[in-house]
């Protein structure tokens, strides 16, 4: 599609044309493994569906087109979607990441991957220049996540992208898109190399999908990419990426209301005596307010808070909501709450990144915001 259409058309359309031989106006489940060929190496397209798939490749498609990227390659989860990121280095390699990262990240990168030869540096990425002093002439990748889970704070994409390509043309940077999507910001537009997403949150949206993908805007690292997506074959299934191009076509209305929930919900808990501290880029009070209103375009739907009464406080709050449940995952409609360093971070427990066992990380849904204020003000009044 032409590129000058708005986001919000991109996501209902790109990559998903009418269907030839209906008419259909979604894109058919090609729930087959094979393809009928009409000469030994004469085929249509697709000769196996872990090789490709026709509804994978609408997913694809749009995802390309809604990242700004050359093209995109969907995987059977988020951490494959990583994974297959780290398969491009070689033993002897160094990537420098942000400090503050899903802790399903760290645990590939320092429980895998560090077994296999590659060494790993984390750093805080607010001040650009002091995160960037610890490349090293080994150093193949630097990982960001902007912004970041769970602490919320957010990497200078474009700083950190051209500095790095200016000192090493070869250095790629990555950005763990997941909390923004492309909604809200463009990491390749701003400069990165390859951009990542659990597509099991944001973009499917419904908690009814596990799913990951790749975007890269170098034919090369696409080319490769899709050489490693068929080799190690973790691939969605068409179900999967149907669901993710259906959670898709809604994103753009989802992100404003996640936003503006999220916004009211802030706003009330920085104002709570029972809470000590709020992280929202949303807030006047986040160190790096002004980046977020520079590089996003809105604040998102995902908070982080810690309540007064330490800990035990916190567990309480988590098990004493009703409408938002205590699960792990987020990006979705409905809200969830959890303490990360026992449940997403717990991998970072006694390690230099380890979370604070009080933080409470919210993932804003999109219920009535005054049903979402009334469940929290009863959690965090409860004995």
């Known amino acids: 599609m032409n590129d000058e259409y708005s986001f919000e058309t991109l996501a209902i359309h790109a990559g998903q044309p009418?269907?030839?031989?209906?008419?259909?106006?979604?894109?058919?489940?090609y729930q087959t493994t094979?393809?009928?060929?009409?000469?030994?190496?004469?085929?249509k397209g697709y000769d196996y569906s872990r090789t490709a798939n026709p509804t994978r490749a609408a997913l694809e498609a749009c995802l390309a087109k809604l990242e700004a990227g050359r093209g995109a390659l969907a995987f059977a989860s988020g951490m494959a979607a990583i994974d297959a990121v780290l398969r491009l280095l070689k033993p002897g390699d160094h990537v420098l990441a942000v400090n503050d990262l899903y802790g399903?990240?760290?645990r590939l990168f320092e429980s895998v991957y560090a077994k296999f030869g590659l060494a790993f540096t984390y750093a805080s990425a607010e001040d650009p220049p002091a995160f960037l002093s610890n490349v090293r002439p080994e150093t193949r990748l630097i990982w960001l996540e902007s912004p970041t889970n769970p602490m919320l704070s957010l990497c200078d994409i474009g700083v950190i992208a051209r500095t790095a390509?200016?000192?090493?043309?070869?250095?790629?940077?990555?950005?763990?898109?997941t909390f923004a999507t492309p909604y809200l910001q463009r990491p390749l537009t701003l400069g990165a190399d390859l951009v990542v997403h659990s597509t099991t949150k944001y973009l499917g949206g419904h908690s009814d999908v596990v799913g990951g993908a790749v975007i890269a805007d170098d034919a090369d690292l696409v080319e490769r990419l899709a050489f490693l997506q068929n080799a190690a074959g973790a691939v969605p299934g068409p179900m999967d990426c149907f669901l993710v191009l259906r959670g898709i076509k809604t994103l753009p209305v989802r992100m404003d209301r996640h936003a503006a929930n999220a916004e009211q919900i802030a706003a009330f808990l920085a104002g709570h005596p029972g809470v000590i501290s709020v992280r929202y880029p949303g807030l006047p009070s986040h160190p790096q307010s002004d980046l977020a209103r520079k590089q996003m375009r809105n604040n998102g739907g995902m908070l982080s808070f810690i309540p007064r009464g330490g800990?035990?406080?916190?567990?309480?709050?988590?098990?004493?909501?009703?409408l938002f449940s205590l699960a792990e995952s987020l990006g979705a409609v409905e809200s969830l709450i959890e303490m990360p360093a026992e449940?997403?971070?717990?991998?970072?427990?006694?390690?230099?990144?380890?979370?604070?066992?009080?933080?409470?990380?919210?993932?804003?849904?999109?219920?009535?915001?005054?049903?979402?204020?009334?469940?929290l003000d009863a959690a965090l009044s409860s004995d």
Request: some cysteine; aromatic content about 2%; hydrophobic content about 35%.
């Open 18 to 29: 009418a269907d030839p031989t209906t008419g259909a106006v979604m894109t058919p489940i």
């Open 34 to 43: 094979t393809y009928r060929q009409e000469g030994v190496g004469r085929h």
């Open 104 to 106: 399903g990240t760290y």
């Open 165 to 177: 390509h200016a000192a090493d043309p070869q250095l790629r940077v990555c950005v763990d898109n």
């Open 311 to 322: 800990p035990k406080k916190a567990k309480l709050v988590v098990e004493g909501t009703k």
């Open 343 to 375: 449940m997403t971070h717990a991998s970072t427990a006694g390690t230099p990144l380890t979370i604070d066992p009080a933080l409470i990380r919210v993932s804003v849904g999109l219920e009535g915001i005054a049903d979402l204020i009334a469940d």
